[in-house]
């Protein structure tokens, strides 16, 4: 917002502070900020000197706190209702009143208890002289209607039916009209009132008694014949005094017209209406509106009847609009399409002899030629057209869609991609009600459209999962029955091919209807197994996940599906061995499962997903000594050195030596030089210390970050690993002995040298290093940065030790930020006070060999150069 306070609209300095601290932040930070606010109103708005103007400027900021959050973020503001309604009833100004009904009516549930308070301030508006203060008052019925408050302004309200002005009348009709839907007693005695502002000077009385008079048939206060005969005299009296005048009677026309087609218009009415399309149709894209509505109307009249009119009239309804098929305005296509498909074909084809044919030759190509219109609800409507005249013609159509033979100027303006939507749209209009047939013909669209191949190797067609899970989502049951029914024989039968978009189709729908299969569990459970081999490993993803749903609603496992899923995961990377043992073991603890199930949103299979993954990270944050039914991700995966002249083979995950003598005692921890790789194994120095470092448990993620080092002095040593217990190994990187040659890991010169008399220094110098990185990370706190990268931590790890800079590296599951790889990069580890050359980094490990980070550091120049390193 670049722009002065005095020209920005806000209310207050608090305002614009706000809109501009939020303008400049990250979503992230915009939602931090504004919740912050939030909890700081909250404090304000309890103290007892708060004044009328500083509540209504609190409400304001809420109001736009609440609208300016991110999506899912929840922003409770009941607790200020208080408030709102006290500024409602004790504002001395329309503004401080419109604000106080405003918030009650965005924030304020149905049928709340506060609402109650609500009824003393509505009436005592409702009867005051001030006009503004009854139209705030009837706003706020139209907005927040309920109940309680009917009693206490029926009367009132009925009074207001015949005021003076506009506006009242206006919103009285509207607000009984909303009080209705929750109390249509209260209509009984208002017909004659309602008759009387049908006939009423102004535009928008009438338009609001329109809407009451519908509900007035509804309630059965008013016949429908005598409903009908007020909508006729409405019509003439309307058309005669707006013919040729502004665009506001041309929509109160446009009402009428569409309440009059659903109250059986007669011929007369159609009379009048042929000569509303005469009048209309030449003005242009302003009348598109009115000439929609009134082809809507005629669809609803028989052949007959519509024969009848154009022969008194003289008017033929689709000559009057067919200078708009050479329109290239898609909104006069659009009007021209929809109003042709409202005519009966008889009447204008040319399919029966006593009704020649209205368009001529040249105009039926050019409709055809709308088949391949860019704009999808064009084609649509065309296709819907067409069918009604000749069902051959769309078929035949549909068949040259699965071959691939579309006309040329489909190919050239839509290309291959715009195939599947062209074929669905044409499956909406063929199949109709029929969801069993629409099942079968998706099945030949999906194999035209994802082509021949394995079905590995098949593309996932998005579109087509959006569009099957709307249709199936909005359909009565009868359709979705049937529909689902052969959609779901279809995994069970082996000699039908299911595609990879099908089948992610398909296991969306079993997570969501479930119920309504015709084929038991354990048959679905096995077909889905049979074919998990066949798909690529995402969909194989999304099918164990599935799987294991269905599970949830079967005694027993058959030994088959187990076995295939052993096998995937034995050939699977590490997500979906993942995914396997999630399926193995929850599959056979029903209870634990159904409480998971129990507690998702929706029945959804995101939604499962999301409670399944909620409920492996709660476990994998459980205590080491409690069991876990779920597999924890597993720890930083070690990097095998490349083989050299010195290295001749790839390090193993665990080194044992129990072969070798146990380790001998010693006082001090031993620094071995490179030199003594070279000294035979005499029992000299070289094979004490190498007898002595065969006794430790050396693991893979010790190995790879000391072979990777070059500027390697010390590594700090531990006691041997119990069993049970493998918490991932301090890496401490110091520069200690400038001067000292680096440690030959493969000639085992290693300082990994216990002492038994003392403290395992790994455990005295774990805490030092996650103090120095929780100080660290809380002093850098001003400059932070955070990103994704595609390497795995151990990628980024030898990058960051490329920079030739010293590291400090802390275990994963020691706090702080626990499950985060943690490290502190410096220039000199002695040195705490300066923020020169020192930077924090949190690493935190994905499923898919990635991972993300966070920085802090203050030093400008380093900052750059660990971004680059890690992207």
């Known amino acids: 917002m670049d722009v002065p306070f005095s020209s920005s609209g806000a209310m207050s300095r608090a305002h614009y502070a706000l809109v501009r601290k939020i303008e400049t932040a990250t979503p992230q930070a915009a939602d931090q900020i504004l919740l912050a606010e939030v909890h700081s109103i909250r404090n304000q708005l309890t103290r007892s000197t708060l004044t009328l103007k500083q509540c209504k400027e609190c409400l304001v900021l809420l109001l736009y706190c609440s609208m300016a959050v991110n999506p899912g973020v929840h922003v409770d503001l009941e607790f200020a209702l208080p408030h709102a309604i006290n500024l409602a009833e004790a504002g001395q100004t329309i503004q401080d009143k419109r604000t106080g009904y405003l918030f009650c009516a965005e924030v304020m549930p149905s049928e709340h208890e506060l609402q109650l308070m609500l009824v003393n301030s509505i009436r005592k508006d409702l009867e005051s002289p001030s006009v503004p203060r009854i139209c705030l008052a009837l706003d706020t019925l139209v907005q927040l209607p309920s109940k309680d408050v009917i009693p206490a302004i029926q009367p009132r309200l009925h009074d207001l039916l015949s005021h003076n002005s506009t506006h009242v009348k206006q919103r009285a009709l509207l607000a009984f009209h909303k009080l ?3 109390d249509s007693d209260i209509l009984r005695d208002i017909v004659s009132k309602i008759r009387k502002r049908l006939k009423d000077a102004d535009e928008v009385v009438v338009s609001a008694a329109l809407t009451l008079a519908q509900s007035l048939v509804k309630a059965k206060h008013l016949t429908t014949g005598k409903y009908h005969e007020l909508l006729s005299d409405l019509l003439r009296s309307t058309w005669s005094q707006g013919l040729g005048r502004d665009a506001s009677r041309s929509l109160l026309l446009g009402k009428v017209i569409q309440a009059l087609a659903q109250a059986n218009p007669s011929t007369d009415d159609h009379q009048v209406i042929s000569e509303i399309v005469h009048h209309y149709s030449r003005v242009g894209p302003s009348a598109y509106a009115i000439i929609h509505q009134c082809f809507r109307t005629i669809a ?30 898609p909104n006069a296509l659009y009007v021209f399409i929809c109003s042709l498909s409202s005519v009966e074909p008889k009447l204008w084809a040319g ?25 999808r609800l064009i084609r649509k409507q065309t296709l819907r057209t067409l069918w009604r005249v000749d069902q051959n013609i769309v078929e035949a159509y549909y068949a040259r869609a699965l071959q691939g033979e579309l006309p040329s100027s489909s190919s050239s303006v839509h290309g291959t991609d715009d195939l599947l939507p062209r074929l669905l749209e044409i499956l909406d209009i063929i199949c109709g009600d029929d969801g069993e047939a629409y099942a079968h013909q998706l099945r030949n669209a999906l194999k035209a459209a994802e082509g021949e191949g394995p079905l590995n190797r098949r593309a996932v067609l998005q579109e087509a999962v959006e569009e099957m899970l709307t249709r199936i989502h909005g359909a009565d049951s009868a359709w979705r029955s049937g529909c689902i029914g052969v959609l779901f024989t279809s995994v069970i039968d082996k000699d039908s091919e299911v595609g990879p978009t099908l089948m992610v189709i398909l296991t969306a729908l079993f997570c969501e209807y479930l119920e309504l299969s015709p084929i038991s569990p354990i048959e679905l459970l096995r077909g889905l197994a049979d074919r998990l081999a066949s798909y690529s490993a995402s969909i194989q993803d999304v099918s164990i996940v599935t799987m294991l749903r269905i599970s949830a609603a079967t005694e027993e496992i058959p030994q088959e599906v187990m076995d295939a899923v052993k096998e995937l995961q034995e050939r699977s990377g590490r997500h979906l061995r993942r995914r396997c043992d999630q399926f193995m073991t929850l599959s056979q603890s029903k209870a634990t499962l159904k409480r998971i199930i129990a507690s998702t949103h929706s029945s959804s299979l995101p939604d499962f997903v999301v409670a399944l993954e909620k409920y492996g990270a709660e476990r994998q944050s459980t205590p080491s000594g409690s069991p876990a039914l779920l597999p924890s991700s597993p720890p930083l995966k ?10 001749a083979s790839p390090v193993p995950n665990k080194l044992r030596y129990a072969a070798y003598e146990p380790p001998r005692p010693t006082q001090r921890l031993r620094r071995m030089s490179s030199s003594s790789s070279r000294h035979s194994d005499d029992g000299g120095p070289r094979s004490r210390s190498y007898q002595e470092s065969m006794s430790m448990t050396v693991t893979a993620g010790d190995l790879t970050i000391a072979a990777q080092t070059s500027d390697l002095r010390s590594i700090p040593s531990s006691s041997p690993r119990q069993t049970g217990l493998s918490p991932l190994p301090i890496v401490q990187i110091l520069d200690e002995e400038p001067s000292a040659p680096a440690a030959d890991l493969i000639a085992l010169d290693s300082p990994f040298i216990s002492e038994p008399a003392a403290p395992s220094i790994a455990s005295t110098m774990s805490s030092v290093v996650e103090q120095d990185f929780e100080t660290t990370w809380n ?6 940065a955070r990103g994704w990268c595609e390497s795995s931590i151990d990628t980024v790890l030898r990058k960051l030790q490329g920079l030739q800079r010293q590291l400090r590296v802390s275990e994963r599951d020691r706090p702080p930020f626990e499950g985060d790889l943690k490290i502190v990069i410096c220039a000199d580890p002695a040195d705490h006070s300066s923020k020169t050359g020192v930077a924090a980094i949190r690493l935190k490990e994905s499923d898919d060999d990635s991972c993300l980070w966070w920085m802090r550091c203050e030093d400008e120049e380093l900052r750059n150069i660990i971004k680059a390193t890690l992207r």
Do not use: N
Not at 300 to 324: C, M, N, W, Y
Not at 638 to 647: D, F, L, V
């Open 779 to 784: 002093a850098l706190e001003s400059s932070a």
């Open 180 to 182: 209705s839907q929750l």
């Open 638 to 647: 070690p990097r095998t050195p490349e083989p050299s002249s010195s290295r």
């Open 351 to 375: 399919t029966t002899p006593e009704f020649p044919a209205v368009l001529e030759e040249w105009e039926v190509e050019r409709i055809m030629k709308l088949l391949d219109c860019e704009d």
């Open 300 to 329: 609803a009249s028989t052949t007959d009847v519509l024969s009848d009119v154009q022969t008194k009239t003289g008017i033929s309804f689709v000559k009057e609009i067919r200078h708009l098929l050479t329109a290239h305005d």
